[in-house]
Structures are given as C-alpha cells and as structure tokens.
C-alpha cells in the first residue's frame, strides 16, 4: 500500500467513531506535522470522503466510510483478488490482464477516477462509501453462449442482498438493481473475443454504499443505497458472498443457458404483469412485460401480440 494511503486511512480510522478529532491528536498519533495533517485531509477530500471541519474541534465524518478488510477478502476467496485504493477502472483492469486470469478473478477498489456506467455514463465513484467489483469470466463457446448473461448477473445481485437481509430489492430489465423503486445498483459487462470462439468478459458492479448529499446532487435519477437497512451490510462479507454467488450461478449458466434461471427472474422483475412501455429512440411501445424469453429479450405483450425486444439503446419504464 502506498504510504499517502497507510496515513489516509489511519486518519480515516480515528474519525470513524463519529466525533470530533482534533488536528493536533491526529498529528500525534501519525507521527506528522498538522500541515501533513491538513494535506491528507484535503486530499480525502478530494477523492470524495465528506469530512466536517469546525475550528477548535477539529475534524469529523459528515458520513459512513466502509472499507474493505483486504486481509479478510483474500483469506476467504479461492480465487485471485486484487485491491486497491484507487485505480481509474476495476474493468479496465480486469480487461488489460484478461490473458493471465481465470474465471472467478476479481478487482475491487475503494475509488474509481473513471468509473462508467452502460451507454458510457459516469458512475460516481467517491473513496470508501460504494462497492467498486469487476469479475473475470471466460466463455469457450464465444459471445454467442453469454446471451443473457446481464439478467444472471442481476439474480445473483439480488439473491446476495436478501441472504444479508436487505427487503425490497429487485430488478429492472435487464440489470438495474433497485431498492424501494430507486436505483441501487449497476451492472456493466465488457467483452472480447468471437462469436463463435474463446471469449473473454469482465463483469462490472457498482453498488452504492452510503451516499452523501454531495454526491447525490450529481446524480440525475432517483437513487438508494444501504444506509437506512436494520444492519448496515459488511462491505467485506458482500464482496465474499457476492464473488461465490457469481461464481456458482455463471457455472450454471454457462451448462443451461438462462433458462435455469427462470423462476429467479420473474420473482425478482420489478414489472413482471406490470404495464410498462420501452424507449427506442424516437420510438415507443406500450405493453404489458411478460418476462424474458431464453436470449435474455424482454416479452412484452402488445396490441400487436406478443413481442419480444433485445439491445443496449432500449429504456424500460412504467407506463405512465
């Protein structure tokens, strides 16, 4: 670990109690002078750490930090699993080193400088307070055998929430992980390869922790995370869970297809019998969702019948 970062999270560790640390405590207890101090704490802020600052108190949280306990994560996945601090991208990452890994390898990082969501959105990636996860797959049968994969992805996403005891949560086709009808989550797989040959893939998950007020005036959408459960998720035991959860329902997608995966889906489609209509550009249809056919493509039941609908520039909403 780098040693700006041993300090900044040394200073993190003293203000995650709640209360107010003074400048000079912080100063004693690194070993540093208070303008080192003050260096560190503009520098967290400038990865988006929220900290309070009132003369002659000192320095506080304005929120939860939630950091990975590396030692914990690696002790308790078989696979190999590279962290760190900050990095621009866990997927970009996971693609660069694609020839070297397995499936089931991981990246996971507290702070993402280039963090994206689909349709190349920005995904707001402050240090410490979300979960920044990529996973490498490999599929012999090429792209063609990961149709649908987005939707197993978003099955294992819920199943891991619910065994840590989080309600209310579903998805919006094909991925969006939802909370009390606000997002939650995101998923972004990135692949390359053949159709029809060796193909590899990175899955990429973004699920917001705890947001601040700062962060969630950048956010153009209605937006949750974990903050307001009975028991605040450990960051930690998520990324374990969520790592093997992946691990086993890819094994089986990878042998069934999405079929296997059939009755997950529909008890976790937030529209499944739901009047709901898709954006298409300029185009728009209204129709009852039906549930997904086995390439992963929307039913929807229309004026016209049953229609189904597959590609990444498709919106789906509530019919108004």
Not at 139 to 159: D, E, N, R, T
Not at 280 to 303: K, P, S, Y
């Amino acid at each position: 670990m780098a040693e700006q970062w041993i300090r900044k999270r040394e200073i993190l560790s003293q203000l995650a109690a709640g209360s107010f640390v003074s400048g000079e405590a912080l100063a004693a207890l690194l070993g540093v002078s208070r303008t080192a101090v003050a260096n560190h704490i503009a520098g967290l802020e400038e990865y988006g750490v929220d900290i309070y600052s009132v003369k002659g108190k000192g320095y506080r949280l304005n929120g939860p930090i939630s950091l990975v306990d590396e030692t914990k994560l690696k002790q308790q996945i078989a696979n190999r699993c590279f962290y760190f601090d900050e990095i621009p991208s866990t997927n970009a990452f996971i693609l660069k080193h694609a020839e070297e890994l397995v499936s089931g390898d991981i990246c996971v990082a507290e702070y993402q400088s280039a963090g994206r969501g689909r349709r190349g959105r920005v995904w707001v990636s402050p240090y410490g307070c979300h979960l920044y996860f990529s996973m490498f797959w490999q599929f012999p049968q090429g792209m063609a055998q990961a149709m649908g994969l987005s939707l197993v992805v978003a099955c294992s996403i819920v199943s891991v929430l619910k065994q840590l005891g989080v309600k209310d949560v579903g998805v919006k086709w094909p991925n969006d992980i939802y909370l009390e009808n606000r997002k939650l989550a995101g998923v972004l797989i990135e692949m390359n390869g053949q159709t029809d040959s060796e193909c590899n893939l990175v899955i990429g998950i973004g699920l917001n922790m705890a947001m601040s007020e700062q962060h969630a005036a950048m956010i153009d959408q209605p937006w949750s995370d974990l903050v307001g459960q009975d028991a605040m998720p450990d960051k930690t035991e998520l990324l374990v869970l969520l790592q093997k959860q992946l691990q086993r329902d890819l094994s089986v997608f990878q042998g069934s297809g999405l079929s296997a995966f059939s009755q997950r889906w529909r008890d976790a489609d937030l529209f499944d019998g739901r009047q709901v209509k898709l954006l298409m550009g300029q185009e728009e249809v209204l129709g009852v969702c039906r549930g997904v056919d086995e390439q992963g493509a929307i039913l929807l039941e229309t004026d016209a019948g049953l229609q189904s609908f597959i590609g990444g520039e498709i919106s789906l909403r509530k019919a108004d």
